[in-house]
């Protein structure tokens, strides 16, 4: 394995989510031969694509799996209405005009696509899901992948990039104890952010990040990202912006994924350890403000807070992995807490008083809200006052990270000096702060990687059948 | 169904419930999300609504070895086998579940014996090896007989099946009469014939290995079939010599030989492909203490169809009264274990199907 490994080849992916999978695929059919490394053992491989679920594309007509039209023009509104248009316009008009044709190159090669799940259904029109969610399309893109010839090696890690005046030549991948170099015509990274790397977080975060939940698999280490920024690649975006939801504070350290998501934050109130509630739960609905609450916990002390909600409302939201933590009264709640019982039960008492009469509809942004009350609650605001009571402790869930490196539309890595490299191409979240500075809009991570990843196969196998060819003569 | 497993079960469904991830694959996701609570009567329901298809396992994200070890073919394959105790009938017979592999060799090798002893006291020990004309085997084994024995055989396996299907229906809270009203029993009866959940919309299931395929499903439809055709076979047979007074031996051309060779030669290529799958199987998802169960099931079938259709190319040599002893041991060993033994999926997956039939039309009703 380590001959076949050090005998080098024409495209090295180094990463094994969908972005990776995808430059894989494109650059082995340019003809390229193609080695793809994950770092991850084979169980966890993927990145954070096997926590997936859908992808944002746009279609001018309704065909199944979509339940209507999604024009480009519209989608393309809900980007600049998201990011506020500050990201790199020419590569974001690439993401939204190319979503159209991955549908079908997903079918090409094997993976199935279902309806919009239960309790997504208002996403049912705008993306298309997998059939059997993230795992299972990165386990069709790898058996793709593989009959096409693409050798993948596993607990493969990349500890060195030897780039020499811009130019890639090999790479310094740890497997099975040793070090090996493995030379390539051109390199594609796609290798994903640095969310779980603990100390990165806490440079970028302060101790605030020692509390912070990874969602992903503890592989996502930005080692890739470090090493390019180190051989001069500019850089783009901010490191404390991330992808930050809401979720159970009892959740493991890393790879919870999707079940240990809350979604009682609008039916209920939140405090924080002080029982002192901090931004309008009702707001707006839940799919539009989710990633907005992973930051208000992510700022508040000790990063933590709760959310009270009682028996009228239990079973108005998916169910949650953690039962709720249960009393008969909130004080009994709270004290399960450890919170101030009598400030919590204060807070839920001038809450109860501030809401106003009106007709609960959770799938509108209806006429329940609060009066006089600060901050105020303006939509689904229903008095907490049918026992027993529940609560869930909330911690901040951290999914990606949108700092990264800047590319141009081929996906060549960009150095600071702003020339574009030799054979260096950056694919998936390594690169979706260029189109992502900022905001969020659910599925358009996977578009960015499939494009992406596309684009920088291809570019990598023209140019290294170009090397090939040069060599020959 | 034993405290940790229970536990276990409850365990798989509140976070299968909150991912969903896998909705788009089985009945089971979808009967699942009609819940939030999980009572032992419910995840026998699901349990025995799983088929096993494996697709799900693949999928997820926190299959073994995620800490969470979320493992549904494995623990509803665990959930089914003591669900199946469960519902036995007589109690104490549950116990032919554990060690099913040996129960049902010595049944049938003891019915083995038992024949042969009953055609050499009866008969005379040269009844064994003498060739007769026509291949009578009446000759050697009396047809009052035989009727008698397979007769109390099957009204006890029929009695132990019933009392089983009862059972189940009771711990699922439904009666057969909701579960089998014509409109219901035509949807189930679809479903269940058509084999909807192996199928997941034309790809099949992960099995042996991840890759989906439709190969187990086409042999259970063999297996399946080749065991109804025999029935049939069977079901004529007695017509011929009741109603009509045609008396066995048949022609090779006639229509119960004819439905019990095609019926046979299914239940050879059948239960021989699925055999060789299970070999094949991923041993994460195979529940170790059910290989016997499961093999024991396949290897009778087999065999039954073995020797009998060796018994009707063979039926006018000297080797026809061996021959029809074992073919009558390993039938009567069938008919025995049927209660006990894997057969009963089929009763308690039907009635799963069905219940979840009737669990989707309640949902419309809510719904309009």
């Given at each position: 394995?380590?001959?076949?490994?050090?005998?080098?080849?024409?495209?090295?992916?180094?990463?094994?989510?969908?972005?990776?999978?995808?430059?894989?695929?494109?650059?082995?059919?340019?003809?390229?031969?193609?080695?793809?490394?994950?770092?991850?053992?084979?169980?966890?491989?993927?990145?954070?694509?096997?926590?997936?679920?859908?992808?944002?594309?746009?279609?001018?007509?309704?065909?199944?799996?979509?339940?209507?039209?999604?024009?480009?023009?519209?989608?393309?509104?809900?980007?600049?209405?998201?990011?506020?248009?500050?990201?790199?316009?020419?590569?974001?008009?690439?993401?939204?005009?190319?979503?159209?044709?991955?549908?079908?190159?997903?079918?090409?090669?094997?993976?199935?696509?279902?309806?919009?799940?239960?309790?997504?259904?208002?996403?049912?029109?705008?993306?298309?899901?997998?059939l059997g969610g993230g795992k299972a399309m990165v386990n069709a893109l790898f058996r793709s992948a593989?009959?096409?010839?693409?050798?993948?090696?596993?607990?493969?890690?990349?500890?060195?990039?030897?780039?020499?005046?811009?130019?890639?030549?090999?790479?310094?991948?740890?497997?099975?104890?040793?070090?090996?170099?493995?030379?390539?015509?051109?390199?594609?990274?796609?290798?994903?952010?640095?969310?779980?790397?603990?100390?990165?977080?806490?440079?970028?975060w302060g101790p605030a990040a020692d509390n912070f939940l990874i969602r992903g698999a503890p592989f996502?280490?930005?080692?890739?990202?470090?090493?390019?920024?180190?051989?001069?690649?500019?850089?783009?975006?901010?490191?404390?912006?991330?992808?930050?939801?809401?979720?159970?504070?009892?959740?493991?350290?890393?790879?919870?994924?999707?079940?240990?998501?809350?979604?009682?934050?609008?039916?209920?109130?939140?405090?924080?350890?002080?029982?002192?509630?901090?931004?309008?739960?009702?707001?707006?609905?839940?799919?539009?403000?989710?990633?907005?609450?992973?930051r208000l916990v992510a700022q508040q002390p000790d990063q933590i807070s709760y959310v009270f909600i009682?028996?009228?409302?239990?079973?108005?939201?998916?169910?949650?992995?953690?039962?709720?933590?249960?009393?008969?009264?909130?004080?009994?709640?709270?004290?399960?807490?450890?919170?101030?019982?009598?400030?919590?039960?204060?807070?839920?008492?001038?809450?109860?008083?501030?809401?106003?009469?009106?007709?609960?509809?959770?799938?509108?942004?209806?006429?329940?809200?609060?009066?006089?009350?600060?901050?105020?609650?303006?939509?689904?605001?229903?008095?907490?006052?049918?026992?027993?009571?529940?609560?869930?402790?909330?911690?901040?869930?951290?999914?990606?990270?949108?700092?990264?490196?800047?590319?141009?539309?081929?996906?060549?890595?960009?150095?600071?000096?702003?020339?574009?490299?030799?054979?260096?191409?950056?694919?998936?979240?390594?690169?979706?702060?260029?189109?992502?500075?900022?905001?969020?809009?659910?599925?358009?991570?996977?578009?960015?990687?499939?494009?992406?990843?596309?684009?920088?196969?291809?570019?990598?196998?023209?140019?290294?059948?170009?090397?090939?060819?040069?060599?020959?003569? | 169904?034993?405290?940790?497993?229970?536990?276990?079960?409850?365990?798989?469904?509140?976070?299968?419930?909150?991912?969903?991830?896998?909705?788009?694959?089985?009945?089971?996701?979808?009967?699942?999300?009609?819940?939030?609570?999980?009572?032992?009567?419910?995840?026998?329901?699901?349990?025995?609504?799983?088929?096993?298809?494996?697709?799900?396992?693949?999928?997820?994200?926190?299959?073994?070895?995620?800490?969470?070890?979320?493992?549904?073919?494995?623990?509803?394959?665990?959930?089914?086998?003591?669900?199946?105790?469960?519902?036995?009938?007589?109690?104490?017979?549950?116990?032919?579940?554990?060690?099913?592999?040996?129960?049902?060799?010595?049944?049938?090798?003891?019915?083995?014996?038992?024949?042969?002893?009953?055609?050499?006291?009866?008969?005379?020990?040269?009844?064994?090896?003498?060739?007769?004309?026509?291949?009578?085997?009446?000759?050697?084994?009396?047809?009052?007989?035989?009727?008698?024995?397979?007769?109390?055989?099957?009204?006890?396996?029929?009695?132990?099946?019933?009392?089983?299907?009862?059972?189940?229906?009771?711990?699922?809270?439904?009666?057969?009469?909701?579960?089998?009203?014509?409109?219901?029993?035509?949807?189930?009866?679809?479903?269940?014939?058509?084999?909807?959940?192996?199928?997941?919309?034309?790809?099949?299931?992960?099995?042996?290995?991840?890759?989906?395929?439709?190969?187990?499903?086409?042999?259970?439809?063999?297996?399946?079939?080749?065991?109804?055709?025999?029935?049939?076979?069977?079901?004529?047979?007695?017509?011929?010599?009741?109603?009509?007074?045609?008396?066995?031996?048949?022609?090779?051309?006639?229509?119960?030989?004819?439905?019990?060779?095609?019926?046979?030669?299914?239940?050879?290529?059948?239960?021989?492909?699925?055999?060789?799958?299970?070999?094949?199987?991923?041993?994460?998802?195979?529940?170790?203490?059910?290989?016997?169960?499961?093999?024991?099931?396949?290897?009778?079938?087999?065999?039954?169809?073995?020797?009998?259709?060796?018994?009707?190319?063979?039926?006018?040599?000297?080797?026809?009264?061996?021959?029809?002893?074992?073919?009558?041991?390993?039938?009567?060993?069938?008919?025995?274990?049927?209660?006990?033994?894997?057969?009963?999926?089929?009763?308690?997956?039907?009635?799963?199907?069905?219940?979840?039939?009737?669990?989707?039309?309640?949902?419309?009703?809510?719904?309009?």
């Amino acid at each position: 394995m380590d001959q076949e490994l050090s005998a080098g080849t024409d495209v090295l992916v180094i990463g094994g989510g969908a972005a990776a999978l995808s430059a894989a695929i494109a650059a082995r059919e340019k003809g390229a031969r193609v080695i793809l490394l994950e770092c991850s053992p084979k169980h966890f491989r993927g990145g954070n694509s096997r926590h997936t679920r859908n992808m944002r594309l746009a279609h001018e007509t309704q065909f199944a799996p979509y339940t209507g039209a999604y024009p480009e023009a519209e989608m393309w509104e809900n980007y600049l209405k998201a990011t506020g248009g500050e990201g790199d316009l020419e590569l974001a008009k690439m993401v939204v005009g190319g979503s159209s044709s991955i549908l079908a190159w997903m079918q090409t090669h094997g993976v199935r696509f279902q309806p919009a799940l239960a309790g997504t259904l208002h996403l049912g029109r705008t993306n298309a899901w997998f059939l059997g969610g993230g795992k299972a399309m990165v386990n069709a893109l790898f058996r793709s992948a593989e009959r096409l010839g693409v050798q993948v090696r596993y607990d493969a890690e990349v500890v060195g990039l030897d780039v020499r005046a811009g130019r890639f030549r090999s790479a310094a991948v740890r497997i099975e104890g040793k070090t090996v170099c493995v030379p390539a015509q051109a390199v594609v990274v796609a290798a994903g952010g640095f969310q779980s790397n603990l100390a990165w977080l806490r440079q970028a975060w302060g101790p605030a990040a020692d509390n912070f939940l990874i969602r992903g698999a503890p592989f996502d280490t930005g080692t890739l990202l470090k090493l390019l920024l180190d051989h001069g690649a500019e850089s783009v975006g901010d490191p404390t912006q991330a992808h930050m939801v809401p979720i159970d504070a009892r959740s493991p350290k890393f790879d919870g994924g999707i079940v240990t998501r809350l979604d009682c934050v609008t039916l209920g109130i939140v405090v924080n350890k002080n029982g002192e509630r901090y931004y309008d739960e009702g707001e707006d609905f839940w799919p539009m403000r989710y990633a907005i609450w992973g930051r208000l916990v992510a700022q508040q002390p000790d990063q933590i807070s709760y959310v009270f909600i009682d028996s009228k409302t239990l079973d108005r939201f998916m169910p949650s992995v953690f039962p709720p933590v249960e009393g008969r009264t909130i004080a009994e709640v709270a004290e399960k807490f450890n919170l101030p019982v009598d400030k919590v039960v204060a807070t839920v008492e001038e809450f109860n008083r501030a809401v106003r009469p009106g007709t609960f509809d959770h799938t509108i942004q209806d006429d329940c809200r609060t009066e006089g009350l600060t901050p105020s609650k303006s939509h689904w605001a229903l008095r907490i006052d049918e026992p027993p009571f529940y609560g869930y402790p909330l911690r901040p869930g951290l999914t990606f990270t949108y700092y990264g490196v800047k590319i141009d539309r081929n996906a060549a890595v960009i150095f600071k000096d702003g020339r574009p490299a030799a054979n260096i191409f950056a694919a998936g979240e390594i690169m979706a702060g260029n189109i992502l500075p900022k905001g969020y809009i659910g599925g358009i991570g996977l578009v960015i990687g499939n494009v992406f990843g596309r684009i920088a196969g291809e570019q990598a196998a023209v140019l290294s059948r170009g090397a090939e060819r040069k060599a020959a003569v | 169904m034993d405290k940790e497993l229970l536990a276990q079960g409850e365990n798989l469904m509140r976070i299968c419930n909150s991912c969903r991830y896998c909705e788009g694959f089985c009945a089971v996701w979808r009967a699942m999300e009609y819940r939030r609570e999980f009572p032992a009567g419910d995840l026998n329901y699901l349990a025995n609504l799983c088929h096993d298809c494996q697709e799900c396992y693949y999928a997820c994200q926190y299959a073994p070895p995620h800490e969470w070890d979320i493992n549904p073919p494995l623990t509803f394959a665990r959930m089914r086998t003591r669900s199946y105790e469960q519902y036995a009938w007589p109690a104490p017979l549950a116990a032919a579940f554990r060690s099913n592999g040996a129960v049902a060799a010595l049944v049938t090798a003891l019915a083995c014996v038992l024949f042969q002893f009953g055609v050499v006291i009866f008969q005379g020990i040269s009844a064994l090896s003498t060739p007769v004309p026509g291949g009578d085997f009446y000759q050697v084994a009396s047809h009052g007989a035989l009727v008698t024995v397979f007769g109390l055989a099957a009204l006890f396996s029929l009695a132990a099946l019933a009392v089983g299907f009862v059972r189940f229906c009771r711990d699922i809270g439904e009666t057969p009469f909701d579960l089998f009203s014509p409109s219901n029993l035509k949807v189930t009866l679809a479903e269940t014939l058509r084999l909807d959940y192996l199928d997941n919309a034309g790809w099949g299931c992960s099995y042996p290995g991840e890759e989906s395929s439709s190969l187990r499903r086409w042999l259970h439809h063999l297996t399946f079939y080749g065991f109804l055709l025999c029935f049939a076979a069977t079901s004529v047979a007695a017509v011929y010599a009741y109603v009509f007074g045609w008396p066995a031996p048949y022609d090779y051309l006639s229509l119960p030989v004819v439905l019990g060779t095609l019926g046979g030669i299914g239940l050879l290529v059948g239960p021989a492909g699925l055999l060789i799958l299970k070999r094949r199987r991923n041993r994460e998802i195979t529940d170790a203490g059910q290989i016997g169960m499961d093999t024991a099931f396949l290897a009778l079938l087999l065999l039954a169809s073995a020797t009998g259709l060796l018994l009707l190319v063979a039926r006018e040599t000297y080797a026809m009264g061996t021959l029809l002893v074992v073919h009558l041991g390993v039938v009567m060993g069938l008919f025995l274990t049927f209660p006990y033994g894997k057969f009963v999926h089929g009763i308690y997956r039907f009635a799963a199907i069905a219940k979840f039939a009737l669990e989707r039309k309640r949902k419309q009703v809510l719904g309009a």
